[in-house]
T-cell receptor, first 113, second 118 residues
Framework: GNSVTQMEGPVTLSEEAFLTINCTYT??????LFWYVQYPGEGLQLLLK?????DKGSNKGFEATYRKETTSFHLEKGSVQVSDSAVYFC????????????FGQGTELSVKP | GAVVSQHPSRVICKSGTSVKIECRSL??????MFWYRQFPKQSLMLMAT?????????EQGVEKDKFLINHASLTLSTLTVTSAHPEDSSFYIC??????????????FGQGTRLTVV
């Protein structure tokens, strides 16, 4: 079945450091891929998305490119801020199951001043 | 962006009572809504898919008689935790997808409900 695997956290960085959170997926067909962010005590917010191979999603300085050849959708940001501290979830939409989202296990990011 | 409102955000109830959580899509219609449960420091576990006008589809291992789902309109789904026990304490999150958008577009999430059963 379809699945998503993220790098384990927690990830601790200093402010202005470069961020990479790895995400790989297994899927039949051509799912859309998403990164969601969850701040403490809140629901999930969409950070960015890509709906087909080679698409690059970007938002608030974060980027991720849909790589079909490596089945990856790694999240990157050139310079993180303390306010980026949150849990990040990689997800794919399972079109064979009505568009149900399949989530990775989440990666907690902590950015220190 | 589309807004999903979940209510209440926090609830404390006594063991043995029932609790209802509402999930509303405020500016779009949703034939399908999803209910998740999240344990501390863990990912979201899909509990069930709520379908407007029909029975919900539960994931394996989720007790449908304990977690009652009703999706009576295109903008409202409810999750009722019946005869709650302390082990039901968790963070419950709903999400919805716009009926007008393709299946490969994003789902929008409510802000979550922290349930504590004492």
């Amino acid at each position: 079945g379809n699945s998503v695997t993220q790098m384990e956290g927690p990830v601790t960085l200093s402010e202005e450091a470069f961020l990479t959170i790895n995400c790989t997926y297994t899927a039949t067909g051509y799912p859309s891929l998403f990164w969601y962010v969850q701040y403490p005590g809140e629901g999930l917010q969409l950070l960015l998305k890509a709906t087909k191979a080679d698409d690059k999603g970007s938002n608030k300085g974060f980027e991720a490119t849909y790589r079909k050849e490596t089945t990856s959708f790694h999240l990157e940001k050139g310079s993180v801020q303390v306010s980026d501290s949150a849990v990040y979830f990689c997800a794919l939409s399972d079109l064979s199951q009505g568009g149900k989202l399949i989530f990775g296990q989440g990666t907690e990011l902590s950015v220190k001043p | 962006g589309a807004v999903v409102s979940q209510h209440p955000s926090r609830v404390i109830c006594k063991s043995g009572t029932s609790v209802k959580i509402e999930c509303r899509s405020l500016d779009f219609q949703a034939t399908t809504m999803f209910w998740y449960r999240q344990f501390p420091k863990q990912s979201l576990m899909l509990m069930a898919t709520s379908n407007e006008g029909s029975k919900a589809t539960y994931e394996q291992g989720v007790e449908k008689d304990k977690f009652l789902i009703n999706h009576a309109s295109l903008t409202l789904s409810t999750l009722t935790v019946t005869s709650a026990h302390p082990e039901d304490s968790s963070f419950y999150i709903c999400s919805a997808r716009d009926i007008a958008e393709p299946l490969n577009t994003e789902a929008f999430f409510g802000q979550g409900t922290r349930l504590t059963v004492v």
